[in-house]
């Protein structure tokens, strides 16, 4: 059974600063790997598809890494507007979320 | 630009049913896959199931397996899910989602979500 883990579960860092989130899956998912910020009382957002695919109007601060069963989402200077939590999700089987990551301040 | 509304949310008692609707707009709805995604209270997300452009291919998450039917009219640019013998654990909100293209995996466009408490 696939298991997508997020780590770490909060991250706390001061605007400006870099923010690195990891996703690991229990399996290959060979590149199939979606992150979305869902901010409280928003809908979620879609930020990153195929592993590295910044999507539409999504700001060139956030990017993603990774391939195999290892990922990763770095934001390079947080911006007021990036406290959020992120969750990575794989769809290379049927679609999985991980737990997510909470990124305060 | 995309718009999707869910509606048919609320309170039910445990064991009863609730079907939840989502109508799409500002996009070709018979082009795209659609999907629902809940959150519990206090918990992550969770996708629920998703449905391919012509309905042909439809999955499910093992927790709704023979309990929750996804279906959608491409005439009316709507997508449902019935949700069928509720648990208390089915409390979440619920987002209707819009795939990248015609199969589902990732969602890239969402509602803003409609509530459903399962409670006696």
Known sequence: ELVMTQSPATLSVSPGERATLSCRASQNVYGSLAWYQHK???A???????ASIRATDVPARFSG????????LTISSLQSEDFATYYCQQYDQRPLFGQ?????? | EVQLVESGGGLV??????????AGSGFRFEDYAMDWVRQA????LEWVSGISWNSGNIGYADSVKGR????????????????DSLRTEDTAFYYCGRGRDSGYDLVAHWGQGTLV???S
């Open chain 1, 40 to 42: 409280p009382g928003q």
């Open chain 1, 44 to 50: 979620p957002r879609l930020l990153i598809y195929g």
């Open chain 1, 65 to 72: 890494s990774g391939s195999g069963t290892e990922y990763t």
């Open chain 1, 100 to 105: 997510g990551t909470k990124v305060e301040i």
């Open chain 2, 13 to 22: 008692q445990p064991g009863k049913s609730l079907r939840l609707s989502c």
């Open chain 2, 41 to 44: 209270p206090g918990k992550g």
């Open chain 2, 68 to 83: 929750f039917t996804i279906s959608r009219d491409n005439a009316k640019n709507i997508v449902y899910l019935q949700m």
């Open chain 2, 117 to 119: 408490t399962v409670s």
